[in-house]
């Protein structure tokens, strides 16, 4: 029977990074990942230090060359289906019928956008339809915006994006949860909002074109922020395994993404959604080093 001293969930930037610094500190370590990355839709990456600028699938590929230099490192192209915690050890199933034991276990496993259901807005994300103004705010600064959304963040999120342009447009599909305070001051500051229901996004080739509403108003914009993608974990092993959540729906971890379950781990998007790349990498290193320095103090005894 092997057993692995850590199992990790995903290899994004956060299991990618977490296995890279468990396999230069010597530990045997399985990666599962089904490479389905949350960011596949866009063209590019933004804001990874010596990375701004790079396609999603040159970054992976260059993160599992990095990986692949440490021969203590496994990396399987499998689907995680359930886990389970039994005598101190982690039994990790997959779809493909394979089995895993491992000490350790980091969930790295992103999370999925579940995009607002209008017309033509799938065909636009990662494109001309963005989620993150630090992600691709820089490249429009300055252009017309839309801004679409209707969640209670939808105010902060259209301050945040005047940071990078004057020229916005709000569109809240349907009647919005602003209060009459914030809607005068986006009147004040010259922003438009729109509370027509959205009839579809009408784009070419992923560019957006117009936003058309239910009213029959056509309004010409070729960038759009969404300030909600519906983003939803990937997956369900952290509550079968017993994590907790916070108030606000994400699930409990305490330092290094450590979790109540003695040697489970929750690093980057899957503990709190939007990470970043770099955020998702920091944690993925945090979470190594502090289970590693877990397994040295063990290893002493
Ligand atoms: C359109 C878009 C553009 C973005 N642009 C940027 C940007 O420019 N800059 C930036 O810093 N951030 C950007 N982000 C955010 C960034 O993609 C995430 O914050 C980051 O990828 C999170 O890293 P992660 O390793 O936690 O998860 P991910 O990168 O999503 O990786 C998770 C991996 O786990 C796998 N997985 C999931 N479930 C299982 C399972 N059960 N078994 C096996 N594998 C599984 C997935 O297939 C995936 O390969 C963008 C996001 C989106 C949606």
């Given at each position: 029977m092997n057993v692995w001293d850590v199992a990790i969930i995903g290899g994004g930037p956060a299991g990618l990074?977490?296995?890279?610094?468990?396999?230069?500190?010597?530990?045997?370590?399985?990666?599962?990942?089904?490479?389905?990355?949350?960011?596949?839709?866009?063209?590019?990456?933004?804001?990874?230090?010596?990375r701004d600028g790079i396609s999603p699938s040159a970054f992976r590929e260059l993160g599992r060359e990095d990986v692949r230099a440490y021969e203590l490192v496994r990396m399987e192209h499998d689907t995680a289906t359930g886990a389970k915690k039994e005598d101190d050890h982690f039994h990790i199933a997959t779809a493909s019928g394979k089995s895993y034991i491992?000490?350790?276990?980091?969930?790295?496993?992103?999370?999925?956008?579940?995009?607002?259901?209008?017309?033509?807005?799938?065909?636009?994300?990662?494109?001309?339809?963005?989620?993150?103004?630090y992600c691709d705010g820089w490249e429009h600064r300055g252009e017309p915006l839309a801004i679409i959304g209707s969640s209670q963040s939808l105010f902060g999120y259209v301050q945040l994006i005047f940071?990078?342009?004057r020229d916005l447009s709000v569109f809240t599909d349907g009647a919005s949860m602003l209060t009459l305070e914030q809607k005068q001051a986006l009147q004040a500051r010259g922003i438009a909002?729109?509370?027509?229901?959205?009839?579809?996004?009408?784009?070419?080739?992923?560019?957006?074109?117009?936003?058309?509403?239910?009213?029959?108003?056509?309004?010409?914009?070729?960038?759009a922020f969404l300030s909600d993608t519906g983003?939803?974990?990937?997956?369900?092993?952290?509550?079968?395994?017993?994590?907790?959540?916070?108030?606000?729906?994400?699930?409990?971890?305490?330092?290094?993404?450590?979790?109540?379950?003695?040697?489970?781990?929750?690093?980057?998007?899957?503990?709190?959604?939007?990470?970043g790349l770099i955020g998702s990498a920091s944690e993925g290193y945090e979470a190594g080093v502090a289970i590693n320095r877990r397994l040295v103090e063990e290893d002493w005894v």
């Open positions: 990074s977490a296995a890279l610094v468990l396999g230069r500190a010597l530990r045997s370590v399985i990666l599962i990942d089904e490479d389905k990355p949350r960011h596949a839709a866009a063209h590019s990456s933004h804001g990874y230090l010596t491992s000490k350790y276990l980091v969930i790295a496993t992103g999370a999925r956008d579940q995009l607002p259901p209008i017309p033509g807005i799938q065909e636009s994300y990662g494109i001309s339809v963005f989620p993150c103004p940071n990078w342009s909002l729109y509370e027509q229901p959205i009839k579809s996004l009408r784009s070419s080739g992923g560019q957006l074109e117009k936003i058309m509403l239910e009213d029959g108003q056509e309004i010409a914009r070729r960038i983003a939803r974990d990937a997956t369900t092993i952290p509550d079968e395994l017993g994590v907790g959540r916070e108030q606000d729906g994400q699930y409990e971890t305490m330092e290094h993404g450590s979790t109540h379950i003695e040697g489970l781990y929750l690093i980057g998007d899957a503990k709190h959604y939007f990470t």
